[in-house]
């Protein structure tokens, strides 16, 4: 039983490294990268021209949704995976303007026309809107988006992973490094000790 869980922590461990370095691929050149990502790191939410732009400060990127909650595509931006607000011009163009600024959470992103949009859940990521007092969910992202996405979720798995790795094999370790042996021949006992 104990080797078992000895492997999903260790599952746990690998994803969190690898969605980790995922997601610091796509933070550094995920702009050339055409599907919707996670919606993480959320900036603003705007309304306009009938469709529904979510800046995204982590993956440098605007989200462009249409009126319900289907994406689109993405505009590219040059903040540097740094915090931003932005704007779009009232010509029905997308012409972002960037506008650093120091990050403020913002619970509510009230809109010209008086809806309302914010985070309703974030496991899985759905965000809802106010319209006339009527709310609705407009976008839900799938729950395996909402796992991968940033790098604090994957640092949290892979350190949940890590946790239980050794507390399923805690007496083995205290045990293994008791020894009164050299440090890389701790290892290779450590490995037979846990694996066989």
């Known amino acids: 039983m104990r080797k078992i869980f000895t492997y999903i922590s260790l599952s746990f461990f690998s994803f969190g ?10 933070a550094s050149d995920g702009n050339d990268f055409d599907g919707e990502l996670p919606l993480t790191s959320i900036q603003e939410i705007k ?7 979510i800046g995204l400060g982590f993956y440098s990127r605007i989200q462009v949704y249409d009126i319900n909650g289907k994406y689109l595509h ?3 931006t040059k903040n540097y995976m740094k915090d931003f607000n932005f704007t779009i011009d009232n010509e029905g163009k997308e012409h972002i303007n960037v506008i650093f600024t120091r990050k403020e959470i913002i619970d509510k992103h009230i809109q010209d026309n008086g809806n309302i949009y914010f985070i309703n859940k974030r496991f899985p990521l759905t965000i809802n809107r106010i319209n006339k ?14 796992f991968w996405g940033g790098p604090i979720t994957s640092w949290l798995i892979g350190f949940i992973g890590l946790l239980l790795f050794c507390i399923f094999n805690i007496f083995i370790i205290m045990e293994v490094f008791g020894e009164n042996i050299t440090t890389s021949e701790k290892i290779k006992l450590l490995s037979k000790r846990i694996f066989k």
């Open 133 to 146: 007092n009527i709310e609705e969910s407009v976008i839900k992202q799938r729950l395996d988006m909402t």
């Open 47 to 53: 309304e306009k021209n009938d469709k529904i732009y």
């Open 74 to 76: 993405y505009i590219k």
């Open 17 to 26: 490294i690898l969605g980790f370095l995922y997601n610091m691929k796509l």
